[in-house]
């Protein structure tokens, strides 16, 4: 089959089509023959050799995939081939025609939701709905503000904030990254471009602020989020490309907690709710994951520069 590559950390052209072996299902594994592949951030990351989870190289990319079940090892029951499933990780790489998975990393996929947008699913949406509920501790009536709501998180963010009965601020940079965001059920939209664009908060929200941020920029946005937030806010850290400068008087102002968060430290349990809760949403058509480019596979290196470009309009999806 073939499978992108990398066998050193560097830019998005140390990625490669190679031929590798088909993987084959021990017990409790199984093979998806994989439709779709979602590219995050956080693959670019990895690639480049700045994050705390490197891959042994040689390694194939990605944990975001979509496909149907092909075959399955000794052991399992509950799924069977030919069923329609997401992946939320994989044991050989999610970059590939076929990707080996251990039972617990792949869930049903309902007949509305294609495979390109299944591939969206896992990263994006497991991160919001634990950033909201897990971390922030989110309740109906409370105001989210949503950074970067224009990208797979943000949009995802939007969709389950909406659903739950907050009020959703979402911000994106550009005319058509917020009409996108309207359209996926904010209530008010800001230019973060604009110099001047939190001080419309205090106008949205009656001089309270807001209960909860999600913020995917914490090197250039936090310091400027404490001074929106309401008493006893949360900001929730998704994203950070550096150091920040903050005033802990914020914080100490507001009882505000500031949370960090990594999908990678969820636990089996915490995961249960999180699929449950996704499912849900898919199969009553509430979660709507909205693709902005799809690229051959091949394309690896051009999807990594794109996912780390701003201006963000959904999800990067590569076909096999």
Known sequence: MKAIRVHEFGEPDVMRLEEVPDPTPGPGQVVVRVHAVGVNPVDAYIRAGLYNREAPVPYTPGSDAAGVIEAVGEGISKIKVGDRVYTAGTITGAYAERALCTLSQVHPLPERISFAQGAAIYIPYATAYRALFQRAQARAAETVLVHGASGGVGIAAVQIARAAGLTVIGTA????????????????????????????????????????????????????DLGVLAKQGRVVVIGSRGPVHIDPRDTMTRDASILGMLLFNVTDADAAPIHAALYAGLDNGTLRPVIGQELPLAQAPRAHQAVMEPGAHGKIVLKP
């Open 173 to 224: 940079g550009t005319d058509r990254g917020r009409q996108l965001v309207l359209e996926q059920g904010a209530h008010h939209v800001l230019d973060h471009r604009a110099a001047d664009y939190l001080t419309q908060i205090h106008a949205l929200t009656d001089e309270r602020g807001v209960d909860v941020i999600l913020e995917m920029l914490a090197n250039a946005n936090l310091g400027k």
